[in-house]
T-cell receptor, first 114, second 117 residues
Framework: AQSVTQLGSHVSVSEGALVLLRCNYS??????LFWYVQYPNQGLQLLLK??????LVKGINGFEAEFKKSETSFHLTKPSAHMSDAAEYFC????????????FGSGTQLTVLP | DSGVTQTPKHLITATGQRVTLRCSPR?????VYWYQQSLDQGLQFLIH???????AKGNILERFSAQQFPDLHSELNLSSLELGDSALYFC????????????????FGPGTRLLVL
């Protein structure tokens, strides 16, 4: 069964600093990987997805993620944090089989300090 | 705005009661997924419907049931409610893929926050 692990339940960065949120996956078949963001009292918004095309995926709001099969990782990065990036971020996986439900990581709360 | 709508936004009820949560998918999407988000369990998949038929079940309790209607909206019914059912319930929809099944990208609604007292 596929799963994802997010390292660090809380990450704090200064405004303008690099954002790095870590996600490792476990899947016996090629996975589809996603990053979603949840702002306070809102639903989940898709940031980006990996579906076996390019390994470097660019998303919305300046975020990107790189799929590394050798490291089973799909870390999310942004070169320069903005105050508006403060939110909870979820990594998720779907196997490429017939089952299409998302399996989510436990989430990482990003705090951006002024 | 994802295009997925959920009603009501908030629901407060008592233990032992029954509630119905409603979801309307994005126009043209055939798939509806239900997820539960709670502090202790995180985000968990409950159930998936595709074009009116149940496709997959996750960690859904027997007290919970769902259905998808011919107009593709879906309802999640929660009965004999317990304090532990208090959570945020999300619905998501996905487009049809070129192969005919659901596409992998899911678009989430704003959620229904359920509080059981």
């Amino acid at each position: 069964a596929q799963s994802v692990t997010q390292l660090g339940s809380h990450v704090s960065v200064s405004e303008g600093a690099l954002v790095l949120l870590r996600c490792n996956y476990s899947s016996s078949v090629p996975p589809y990987l996603f990053w979603y963001v949840q702002y306070p009292n809102q639903g989940l918004q898709l940031l980006l997805k990996y579906t076996s095309a390019a390994t470097l995926v660019k998303g919305i709001n300046g975020f990107e993620a790189e799929f590394k099969k050798s490291e089973t990782s799909f870390h999310l990065t942004k070169p320069s944090a903005h105050m508006s990036d403060a939110a909870e971020y979820f990594c998720a996986v779907i196997s490429s089989g017939s089952a299409r439900q998302l399996t989510f990581g436990s989430g990482t709360q990003l705090t951006v300090l002024p | 705005d994802s295009g997925v709508t959920q009603t009501p936004k908030h629901l407060i009820t008592a233990t032992g009661q029954r509630v119905t949560l409603r979801c309307s998918p994005r126009s043209g999407d055939l798939s509806v997924y239900w997820y539960q988000q709670s502090l202790d369990q995180g985000l968990q998949f409950l159930i998936h419907y595709y074009n009116g038929e149940e496709r997959a079940k996750g960690n859904i309790l027997e007290r919970f049931s769902a259905q998808q209607f011919p107009d593709l909206h879906s309802e999640l019914n929660l009965s004999s409610l317990e304090l532990g059912d208090s959570a945020l319930y999300f619905c998501a929809s996905s487009p049809r893929s070129s192969s005919g099944g659901p596409q992998e990208t899911q678009y989430f609604g704003p959620g229904t926050r359920l509080l059981v007292l």
